[in-house]
Nanobody
Framework: QVQLVESGGGLVQAGGSLRLSCAAS????????MGWYRQVPGKQRELVAT???????NVADSVKGRFTISRDNTKNTVYLQMDSLKPEDTAVYYC??????????????WGKGTLVTVSS
């Protein structure tokens, strides 16, 4: 079994910064794509950013230039540096990883989510 544990959420004023982390543990062969998604109550979960094993990134237009995704393959960890935060960034942020596990191949895992609240 694989578990993803997020950390780093909290309350911040508009214009401030937060850094989210998500670490995977368990029976892992390797991790392919990693990503961050967010969800506001009553709305669909939306992509924030993804990063491939090789470091190629895909960032949503709404956060481009403000958020940076990175990963540390030695720690099975993905990060989301969030700068110039706006009230509309308030959401529960979920990490997502495509993990290769023994005997099953690739499996998609989700973290439980961490709340980010940006006050105006």
């Amino acid at each position: 079994q694989v578990q993803l544990v997020e950390s780093g959420g909290g309350l911040v004023q508009a214009g401030g910064s937060l850094r989210l982390s998500c670490a995977a543990s368990g029976n892992i062969v390797r991790i392919n794509d990693m990503g961050w998604y967010r969800q506001v109550p009553g709305k669909q979960r939306e992509l924030v950013a993804t990063i491939t094993t090789g470091g190629s990134t895909n960032v949503a237009d709404s956060v481009k230039g403000r958020f940076t995704i990175s990963r540390d393959n030695t720690k099975n960890t993905v990060y989301l540096q969030m700068d110039s935060l706006k009230p509309e960034d308030t959401a529960v942020y979920y990490c997502n990883m495509k993990v290769v596990v023994p005997w099953q191949g690739g499996v998609t895992y989700w973290g439980k989510g961490t709340l980010v609240t940006v006050s105006s």
